[in-house]
């Protein structure tokens, strides 16, 4: 084996490490499960109870219902990411775009068996995200294509203890799949002994995807019909994901990738303030902590993380305006779950959410309904070397706009 292909096999040990520090961030978690929700920002989701998508936060909701519920829409996300100002081992290069547009569809329905038991189905996504360097891009040693998608089937079930005190839980059975793409990129790169030209070189490719279970249990406080709080907690599972994978130049294809997903836990208000107004808040908490290593069920260990737990803060107002029109809006601060660590290929922030929406209601029992988000990022500065001295110096941010649309009925 000549220098030349020791040097370029040393690089793909290396690269990946830092390659596959994007296979799994705090942008892959999707706040994307209604249309009402987005309009306002997600506050109070899980207690306002405006139509079936509420099971989505909070199982006990569904026992506020009198008559069966269907709600189903779609949410486009487009994301506008930038890698900026950026040197590579000290050569600066272009800057890239690696935003894409992403679909987030959802149905929820919700079954009232009597005036204490109710239950409900629903399909949804927690987490899925896309981003894509440009095919030529001279640091897709920490870039390439990351295309993420999850859908989860949700089973649950609600009981009215009381006047006031409703609980829940449902089972979760969570479909994912995954394609990731890092590589060389064929042309000349600059190395710490010099400049050389190469084919394109995989480092990194997987297209798999598999199936894991998990659980939510809810409760409902109703102080009256205008006042009520909810908390939730959320169980999510390590999904194991088997299909292609080749990892450095070896086949994998034999193990399964592990990646553990965050648990969840949320508590929410709702507070009527008179028959036009009403007010609603959240906290959300999200244990990106324990995603704290990629790994295959052989043991190959891909990357390990220094994430922090991240933080939803949310709060919204609703007006009513007549039976035709309710106007709704909204603010989210949402935390970045990555601490001292940052990566080029990990444009992850503190974020703020600036929502706006409205439902039209066509009768008594159906309704229109959209919402409108634009979240803002902060610029994040990526200062990385690897093993070999190769090093990045570059900024990122990452913003975005997302659209819903929504049908809703009562029957």
């Given at each position: 084996?000549?220098k030349?292909q020791?040097?370029t ?12 520090s994007?296979s799994?961030?705090?942008?892959f978690q ?7 929700g ?8 899980g207690?306002?109870a405006d139509?079936?998508s509420?099971?989505?936060k ?7 219902f ?6 189903l ?11 900026k100002d ?11 775009q ?11 329905y919700i ?5 204490k038991?109710?239950?409900?189905a ?13 095919d ?9 294509l990351?295309?993420?998608?999850s859908?989860?089937?949700g089973l ?11 609980i829940?839980?449902?089972?979760d059975?969570i479909?994912g ?5 890092r590589?060389?990129?064929a ?11 190469t084919?394109?070189?995989d480092l990194?490719?997987v297209?798999?995807?598999?199936v894991?279970?998990?659980?939510n249990?809810g409760?409902?406080?109703?102080l009256d ?5 909810g908390?939730?907690y ?7 994901a ?5 990892y450095?130049?070896?086949?994998l294809?034999?193990?399964?990738l ?9 508590f929410?208000?709702f ?8 007010v609603h808040y ?5 244990r ?16 390990d993380?220094q994430w922090q737990?991240?933080?939803h803060?949310?709060i ?9 029109w ?16 940052t ?7 503190d ?7 409205f439902s039209?209601?066509?009768d ?8 409108l988000t ?15 001295g190769?090093?990045?110096d570059a ?8 659209y819903g ?6 029957f």
């Amino acid at each position: 084996m000549n220098k030349k292909q020791i040097f370029t096999r040393s690089v793909i040990t290396a690269a990946i490490a830092l390659a596959s520090s994007q296979s799994m961030a705090a942008g892959f978690q999707l706040n994307a499960q209604s249309a009402t929700g987005l309009g306002r920002a997600f506050s109070g989701d899980g207690v306002i109870a405006d139509n079936a998508s509420t099971m989505a936060k909070n199982a006990a909701s569904m026992t506020l219902f009198d008559a069966p519920a269907l709600s189903l829409g779609i949410i486009a996300i487009d994301t506008d990411v930038k890698v900026k100002d950026a040197t590579y081992n000290g050569y600066q290069i272009p800057g890239d775009q690696i935003g894409g547009t992403s679909y987030a569809p959802n149905i929820y329905y919700i079954q009232p068996i009597n005036d204490k038991f109710a239950v409900g189905a629903s399909l949804y996504s927690n987490f899925g995200t896309k981003t894509e360097f440009s095919d030529n891009y001279a640091a897709n040693v920490f870039g390439g294509l990351t295309d993420v998608k999850s859908v989860n089937l949700g089973l649950s079930a609600a009981y009215r203890i009381n006047q006031q005190l409703s609980i829940g839980g449902g089972l979760d059975v969570i479909y994912g799949s995954g394609k990731l793409n890092r590589y060389i990129p064929a042309g000349k790169i600059p190395t710490p002994n010099g400049t050389i030209n190469t084919p394109k070189i995989d480092l990194l490719d997987v297209d798999a995807d598999g199936v894991a279970l998990g659980f939510n249990l809810g409760t409902i406080y109703e102080l009256d019909q205008n006042n009520r709080f909810g908390l939730s907690y959320r169980y999510s599972p390590t999904l194991e994901a088997k299909g292609d994978m080749h990892y450095a130049g070896n086949d994998l294809s034999d193990q399964k990738l592990k990646m553990p997903l965050p648990d969840m836990a949320e508590f929410s208000g709702f507070n009527k303030l008179n028959d036009k107004f009403a007010v609603h808040y959240s906290i959300q908490w999200i244990r990106w902590s324990e995603f704290d290593v990629l790994e295959t069920t052989g043991g190959v260990k891909l990357n390990d993380y220094q994430w922090q737990d991240g933080w939803h803060y949310s709060i919204g107002g609703t007006y009513y305006l007549n039976d035709q029109w309710t106007l709704r809006a909204g603010y989210m601060h949402d935390t970045s779950a990555q601490d001292s660590k940052t990566s080029i290929s990990v444009p992850d922030s503190d974020r703020n959410w600036l929502s706006g929406g409205f439902s039209y209601h066509l009768d008594s029992k159906s309704t229109i309904d959209f919402g409108l988000t634009y979240l803002i990022g902060k610029d994040v500065k990526a200062d990385e070397t690897n093993p070999l001295g190769m090093s990045v110096d570059a900024t990122t941010r990452a913003n975005a706009w997302l659209y819903g649309l929504q049908y809703s009925r009562s029957f």
